[in-house]
């Protein structure tokens, strides 16, 4: 019942900005922690910034100074604010939650990532 959803993704100029959404729906009962994790053919799925519940955040040194992660606990949303984007930054952004389902045990669920380019 659990799903977790990320859009916002798309084609942008380099310097240019985006802002991801992601929202965990469903029966939740609380939610531990959410990020955004990036992956690129051939390569690894790193995180690019977490938030814990607490309002803990987490940043690969990478994205810095550009991207910002936020939330709306009350609709259990996080955001990820890109900004001076750079061709380095082009991948399939997916959004992560780390949280209690109602009535059981502790998961992590995963989104089905969105395509983010940046190309002249």
């Known amino acids: 019942q659990v799903r977790v959803v990320e859009s916002g993704g798309g084609l942008v100029q380099p310097g240019g900005s985006l802002r991801l959404s992601c929202a965990a729906t469903?029966?939740?009962?609380?939610?531990?922690?959410m990020a955004w994790y990036r992956q690129t053919p051939g390569n690894q799925r790193d995180l690019v910034a977490s938030m814990t519940s607490g309002g803990s955040t987490t940043y690969a040194d990478s994205v810095k100074g550009r991207f910002t992660i936020s939330r709306d606990t009350a609709k259990n949303m996080v955001y990820l604010q890109m900004n001076s984007l750079k061709p380095e930054d082009t991948a399939v952004y997916y959004c992560n939650s780390d949280l209690w389902p109602r009535g059981g045990r502790r998961s992590v669920y995963w989104g089905q990532g969105t395509q983010v380019t940046v190309s002249s």
């Open positions: 469903g029966s939740i009962f609380a939610i531990a922690a």
